[in-house]
Protein backbone atom coordinates (compact mmCIF):
# COMPACT_ATOMS: atom_id res chain seq x y z
CA UNK A 1 0.00 0.00 0.00
CA UNK A 2 2.77 1.93 0.64
CA UNK A 3 4.00 2.54 -3.39
CA UNK A 4 0.24 3.50 -4.17
CA UNK A 5 0.30 5.90 -0.88
CA UNK A 6 3.26 8.00 -2.28
CA UNK A 7 2.12 7.58 -6.17
CA UNK A 8 -1.06 9.14 -5.29
CA UNK A 9 0.40 11.78 -2.97
CA UNK A 10 2.58 13.07 -5.92
CA UNK A 11 -0.35 13.13 -8.15
CA UNK A 12 -2.36 15.13 -6.05
CA UNK A 13 0.31 17.72 -5.20
CA UNK A 14 0.83 17.99 -9.20
CA UNK A 15 -3.35 18.17 -9.58
CA UNK A 16 -3.11 20.66 -6.13
CA UNK A 17 -0.68 22.94 -8.31
CA UNK A 18 -2.69 22.53 -11.60
CA UNK A 19 -6.12 23.71 -9.38
CA UNK A 20 -4.27 26.63 -7.42
CA UNK A 21 -3.00 28.00 -11.10
CA UNK A 22 -6.40 27.77 -12.91
CA UNK A 23 -7.93 29.23 -9.78
CA UNK A 24 -5.83 31.95 -9.26
CA UNK A 25 -6.04 33.12 -13.58
CA UNK A 26 -10.06 32.86 -12.96
CA UNK A 27 -9.86 35.18 -9.82
CA UNK A 28 -7.41 37.51 -11.43
CA UNK A 29 -8.25 37.75 -14.56
CA UNK A 30 -12.45 37.95 -13.56
CA UNK A 31 -13.46 41.48 -15.01
CA UNK A 32 -13.68 44.70 -12.25
CA UNK A 33 -10.85 45.85 -9.75
CA UNK A 34 -9.98 44.48 -6.07
CA UNK A 35 -10.07 47.83 -4.58
CA UNK A 36 -13.22 49.12 -5.86
CA UNK A 37 -13.19 51.61 -3.30
CA UNK A 38 -10.07 53.23 -4.01
CA UNK A 39 -11.12 54.00 -7.22
CA UNK A 40 -14.75 55.39 -6.67
CA UNK A 41 -13.06 57.42 -4.01
CA UNK A 42 -11.80 60.85 -5.30
CA UNK A 43 -9.42 61.36 -1.98
CA UNK A 44 -7.64 58.45 -2.46
CA UNK A 45 -4.37 59.74 -4.04
CA UNK A 46 -2.32 58.15 -6.87
CA UNK A 47 0.29 57.60 -4.72
CA UNK A 48 -1.89 55.64 -2.17
CA UNK A 49 -3.08 53.74 -5.31
CA UNK A 50 -0.14 52.68 -6.08
CA UNK A 51 1.38 51.65 -2.64
CA UNK A 52 -1.97 49.56 -1.97
CA UNK A 53 -0.78 47.95 -5.70
CA UNK A 54 2.33 47.35 -4.38
CA UNK A 55 1.87 45.43 -0.66
CA UNK A 56 -0.86 43.15 -2.79
CA UNK A 57 1.84 42.46 -5.49
CA UNK A 58 -1.00 43.87 -8.12
CA UNK A 59 1.85 45.74 -10.06
CA UNK A 60 3.63 42.78 -10.95
CA UNK A 61 3.18 40.28 -13.85
CA UNK A 62 0.50 37.41 -13.34
CA UNK A 63 3.41 34.56 -13.13
CA UNK A 64 5.13 36.70 -10.30
CA UNK A 65 2.00 37.86 -8.69
CA UNK A 66 1.15 33.54 -8.22
CA UNK A 67 4.31 32.72 -6.72
CA UNK A 68 4.51 35.79 -4.58
CA UNK A 69 0.60 34.96 -3.82
CA UNK A 70 1.67 31.30 -2.45
CA UNK A 71 4.92 31.98 -0.87
CA UNK A 72 3.20 33.95 1.44
CA UNK A 73 0.38 31.63 1.80
CA UNK A 74 3.18 28.91 3.14
CA UNK A 75 5.14 31.65 5.04
CA UNK A 76 1.80 32.67 6.86
CA UNK A 77 2.38 36.31 5.38
CA UNK A 78 -0.69 36.45 2.87
CA UNK A 79 -2.87 39.29 4.36
CA UNK A 80 -6.72 40.02 3.22
CA UNK A 81 -7.34 42.94 1.11
CA UNK A 82 -10.38 43.70 3.24
CA UNK A 83 -8.85 44.19 7.11
CA UNK A 84 -5.15 43.61 6.34
CA UNK A 85 -4.81 40.30 8.86
CA UNK A 86 -3.46 36.84 8.02
CA UNK A 87 -6.03 35.32 5.85
CA UNK A 88 -4.89 32.00 7.42
CA UNK A 89 -5.44 34.04 10.87
CA UNK A 90 -9.21 34.40 9.73
CA UNK A 91 -9.86 30.81 8.18
CA UNK A 92 -8.51 29.32 11.09
CA UNK A 93 -11.58 31.12 13.04
CA UNK A 94 -14.15 30.11 10.58
CA UNK A 95 -12.41 26.44 9.87
CA UNK A 96 -13.94 24.95 13.75
CA UNK A 97 -17.36 25.98 12.80
CA UNK A 98 -17.57 24.84 8.68
CA UNK A 99 -15.57 21.77 10.23
CA UNK A 100 -18.76 20.81 12.50
CA UNK A 101 -21.50 21.64 10.15
CA UNK A 102 -19.79 19.33 7.29
CA UNK A 103 -19.00 16.48 9.37
CA UNK A 104 -22.60 16.21 11.25
CA UNK A 105 -24.00 16.47 7.09
CA UNK A 106 -21.80 13.95 6.23
CA UNK A 107 -22.27 11.45 9.81
CA UNK A 108 -26.62 12.20 8.46
CA UNK A 109 -25.61 11.73 5.12
CA UNK A 110 -24.12 8.33 5.86
CA UNK A 111 -26.39 7.30 8.24
CA UNK A 112 -29.74 7.84 6.94
CA UNK A 113 -28.36 6.96 3.36
CA UNK A 114 -27.50 3.48 4.72
CA UNK A 115 -31.18 3.33 6.14
CA UNK A 116 -33.43 4.16 3.58
CA UNK A 117 -30.97 1.77 1.22
CA UNK A 118 -31.31 -0.99 3.28
CA UNK A 119 -34.69 -0.16 3.55
CA UNK A 120 -35.61 0.04 -0.46
CA UNK A 121 -33.74 -3.26 -0.95
CA UNK A 122 -35.83 -5.07 1.28
CA UNK A 123 -38.62 -3.98 -0.35
CA UNK A 124 -37.63 -3.89 -3.91
CA UNK A 125 -40.39 -3.22 -6.64
CA UNK A 126 -43.00 -2.96 -4.00
CA UNK A 127 -44.96 0.74 -3.13
CA UNK A 128 -42.69 1.47 -0.52
CA UNK A 129 -39.38 1.37 -2.74
CA UNK A 130 -41.28 3.15 -5.57
CA UNK A 131 -42.82 6.05 -3.37
CA UNK A 132 -38.94 6.23 -1.88
CA UNK A 133 -37.47 6.51 -5.28
CA UNK A 134 -39.51 9.10 -6.35
CA UNK A 135 -38.76 10.97 -3.20
CA UNK A 136 -35.22 10.73 -3.74
CA UNK A 137 -34.99 12.21 -7.27
CA UNK A 138 -37.16 14.58 -5.66
CA UNK A 139 -34.83 15.93 -3.22
CA UNK A 140 -31.46 15.66 -5.75
CA UNK A 141 -32.96 17.66 -8.26
CA UNK A 142 -34.85 20.43 -5.87
CA UNK A 143 -32.13 23.22 -5.20
CA UNK A 144 -30.35 23.30 -1.82
CA UNK A 145 -30.88 27.22 -1.40
CA UNK A 146 -34.65 26.97 -2.23
CA UNK A 147 -35.17 24.16 0.79
CA UNK A 148 -33.21 26.37 2.85
CA UNK A 149 -35.17 29.41 2.30
CA UNK A 150 -38.80 27.63 2.54
CA UNK A 151 -37.20 26.19 6.02
CA UNK A 152 -36.59 29.92 7.36
CA UNK A 153 -40.08 31.13 6.30
CA UNK A 154 -41.71 28.12 7.83
CA UNK A 155 -39.60 28.33 10.96
CA UNK A 156 -39.19 31.71 11.72
CA UNK A 157 -42.15 33.20 10.32
CA UNK A 158 -44.72 30.44 10.99
CA UNK A 159 -43.46 29.31 14.26
CA UNK A 160 -41.17 31.83 15.51
CA UNK A 161 -37.96 29.61 15.94
CA UNK A 162 -34.71 31.31 15.19
CA UNK A 163 -32.20 29.48 12.97
CA UNK A 164 -29.83 31.79 11.99
CA UNK A 165 -26.31 32.43 13.32
CA UNK A 166 -25.23 29.84 15.83
CA UNK A 167 -26.89 30.58 18.27
CA UNK A 168 -30.35 32.41 19.54
CA UNK A 169 -29.49 35.85 20.89
CA UNK A 170 -32.10 37.72 22.75
CA UNK A 171 -33.10 34.72 24.53
CA UNK A 172 -32.13 34.18 28.60
CA UNK A 173 -31.05 30.35 28.52
CA UNK A 174 -31.84 28.88 32.47
CA UNK A 175 -28.77 26.84 32.53
CA UNK A 176 -25.69 24.96 30.12
CA UNK A 177 -28.14 22.56 28.98
CA UNK A 178 -30.83 24.48 26.66
CA UNK A 179 -28.36 26.78 25.64
CA UNK A 180 -26.23 23.69 24.46
CA UNK A 181 -29.42 22.31 23.37
CA UNK A 182 -29.65 25.52 21.31
CA UNK A 183 -26.30 25.37 19.51
CA UNK A 184 -26.69 22.22 18.50
CA UNK A 185 -30.37 22.84 17.03
CA UNK A 186 -28.61 26.01 14.84
CA UNK A 187 -25.93 23.18 13.64
CA UNK A 188 -28.38 20.34 13.00
CA UNK A 189 -30.78 22.09 10.64
CA UNK A 190 -28.48 23.75 8.11
CA UNK A 191 -26.63 20.16 8.29
CA UNK A 192 -30.19 18.67 7.50
CA UNK A 193 -30.39 20.39 4.18
CA UNK A 194 -26.75 20.51 3.37
CA UNK A 195 -27.19 16.61 3.73
CA UNK A 196 -30.30 15.77 2.26
CA UNK A 197 -28.85 15.41 -1.66
CA UNK A 198 -25.77 13.44 -0.05
CA UNK A 199 -28.65 11.16 1.43
CA UNK A 200 -30.52 10.65 -1.83
CA UNK A 201 -27.21 9.37 -3.75
CA UNK A 202 -26.42 7.62 -0.85
CA UNK A 203 -28.97 5.44 -0.71
CA UNK A 204 -29.55 4.87 -3.89
CA UNK A 205 -25.73 3.25 -3.82
CA UNK A 206 -26.44 1.19 -0.94
CA UNK A 207 -29.74 -0.71 -2.65
CA UNK A 208 -28.26 -0.86 -5.92
CA UNK A 209 -25.09 -2.58 -3.92
CA UNK A 210 -27.48 -4.87 -1.76
CA UNK A 211 -29.52 -6.05 -4.68
CA UNK A 212 -26.10 -6.87 -6.23
CA UNK A 213 -24.91 -8.77 -3.43
CA UNK A 214 -28.42 -10.37 -2.29
CA UNK A 215 -27.73 -11.92 -6.11
CA UNK A 216 -24.35 -13.72 -5.48
CA UNK A 217 -23.77 -17.42 -4.68
CA UNK A 218 -22.47 -17.50 -1.53
CA UNK A 219 -26.17 -15.67 -0.23
CA UNK A 220 -27.74 -18.05 -2.18
CA UNK A 221 -26.05 -20.74 -0.60
CA UNK A 222 -26.30 -19.46 2.91
CA UNK A 223 -30.24 -19.22 2.21
CA UNK A 224 -30.33 -22.91 1.05
CA UNK A 225 -28.38 -24.25 3.85
CA UNK A 226 -31.40 -22.89 6.34
CA UNK A 227 -29.68 -20.04 7.86
CA UNK A 228 -31.94 -17.09 8.80
CA UNK A 229 -33.38 -14.77 6.76
CA UNK A 230 -32.19 -12.03 9.12
CA UNK A 231 -28.81 -13.28 9.80
CA UNK A 232 -28.21 -13.29 5.77
CA UNK A 233 -29.39 -10.33 5.32
CA UNK A 234 -27.40 -8.20 7.88
CA UNK A 235 -24.28 -10.26 8.93
CA UNK A 236 -23.69 -11.16 5.05
CA UNK A 237 -25.20 -9.33 2.55
CA UNK A 238 -24.92 -5.92 4.48
CA UNK A 239 -21.41 -6.32 5.31
CA UNK A 240 -20.42 -6.56 1.43
CA UNK A 241 -22.63 -3.90 0.34
CA UNK A 242 -21.40 -0.99 2.80
CA UNK A 243 -18.84 -0.15 0.23
CA UNK A 244 -20.84 2.40 -1.16
CA UNK A 245 -20.78 4.41 1.70
CA UNK A 246 -17.46 4.32 2.24
CA UNK A 247 -16.32 5.65 -1.27
CA UNK A 248 -19.13 7.88 -1.32
CA UNK A 249 -17.38 9.58 0.95
CA UNK A 250 -14.71 10.75 -1.20
CA UNK A 251 -17.62 12.23 -3.54
CA UNK A 252 -19.65 13.93 -0.54
CA UNK A 253 -16.67 16.68 0.51
CA UNK A 254 -16.94 18.43 -2.57
CA UNK A 255 -20.45 18.60 -3.03
CA UNK A 256 -20.39 19.68 0.79
CA UNK A 257 -18.02 22.02 0.49
CA UNK A 258 -19.45 23.71 -2.32
CA UNK A 259 -23.30 23.94 -0.86
CA UNK A 260 -22.03 25.32 2.36
CA UNK A 261 -21.31 28.19 0.34
CA UNK A 262 -25.11 28.69 -0.22
CA UNK A 263 -26.03 26.81 3.07
CA UNK A 264 -23.94 29.17 5.06
CA UNK A 265 -25.03 32.18 3.36
CA UNK A 266 -28.51 31.83 3.65
CA UNK A 267 -28.26 30.60 7.46
CA UNK A 268 -26.07 33.64 8.02
CA UNK A 269 -23.57 30.72 9.72
CA UNK A 270 -19.99 31.99 10.59
CA UNK A 271 -18.10 29.27 8.40
CA UNK A 272 -15.48 29.17 5.36
CA UNK A 273 -18.16 28.80 3.06
CA UNK A 274 -20.08 32.73 3.83
CA UNK A 275 -16.72 34.09 4.03
CA UNK A 276 -15.95 32.90 0.36
CA UNK A 277 -18.88 34.30 -0.57
CA UNK A 278 -17.81 37.75 1.09
CA UNK A 279 -14.76 37.58 -0.47
CA UNK A 280 -16.29 37.23 -3.78
CA UNK A 281 -18.38 40.36 -3.25
CA UNK A 282 -15.17 42.04 -1.49
CA UNK A 283 -12.94 41.25 -4.35
CA UNK A 284 -10.54 39.68 -1.89
CA UNK A 285 -8.06 37.97 -4.10
CA UNK A 286 -5.86 37.12 -1.27
CA UNK A 287 -8.77 35.34 0.63
CA UNK A 288 -10.25 33.91 -2.41
CA UNK A 289 -6.53 32.23 -3.50
CA UNK A 290 -6.40 30.91 0.02
CA UNK A 291 -9.21 29.50 0.34
CA UNK A 292 -9.28 27.96 -3.18
CA UNK A 293 -6.14 25.56 -2.37
CA UNK A 294 -7.36 25.03 0.95
CA UNK A 295 -10.44 23.60 0.37
CA UNK A 296 -8.99 21.76 -3.14
CA UNK A 297 -6.24 19.81 -0.64
CA UNK A 298 -9.52 18.95 1.58
CA UNK A 299 -10.97 17.32 -1.16
CA UNK A 300 -7.57 15.60 -2.95
CA UNK A 301 -7.22 13.99 0.94
CA UNK A 302 -10.48 13.17 1.29
CA UNK A 303 -10.38 11.25 -2.05
CA UNK A 304 -7.29 9.89 -0.97
CA UNK A 305 -9.05 8.79 2.50
CA UNK A 306 -11.80 7.27 0.73
CA UNK A 307 -9.89 5.10 -1.07
CA UNK A 308 -7.94 3.69 1.45
CA UNK A 309 -10.73 3.29 3.56
CA UNK A 310 -12.44 1.13 0.44
CA UNK A 311 -9.34 -1.31 0.90
CA UNK A 312 -9.88 -1.66 4.62
CA UNK A 313 -13.30 -2.22 4.46
CA UNK A 314 -13.41 -4.81 1.22
CA UNK A 315 -9.89 -7.40 1.63
CA UNK A 316 -10.56 -8.37 -1.88
CA UNK A 317 -9.42 -4.75 -2.65
CA UNK A 318 -5.80 -4.24 -3.18
CA UNK A 319 -4.25 -1.10 -3.84
CA UNK A 320 -1.45 -1.62 -6.11
Given at each position: MLPYLVRRSVIGVFLLFCFSV???????LAPGSPYPWGELNPKITPQVREMFRKKFHLDRPLHEQYWLNMRDLFTGRLRSIKDDRPVLERIAERLPATMILNIAAIALSLSFGLWIGIACARRAGQPFDSAVSVGVF?????PTFWIANLAIIWLVKGAGIPVLGTQSFGIA???PV??????IWHVLLPASILALGGIAVQSRYVRA???????????RTAMAKGLDGEAVFYKHALRNSIRPLVTGIGGLLPALIGGSVIVETI????GMGRMGYEAVLE????MLVA?????????LAGNLVSDVLYAVVDPRVRLE
Open positions: VSFLMITVFIAIFPGSEGLDRSMLETLRENYIFAYPRDYPLNFIVAALV
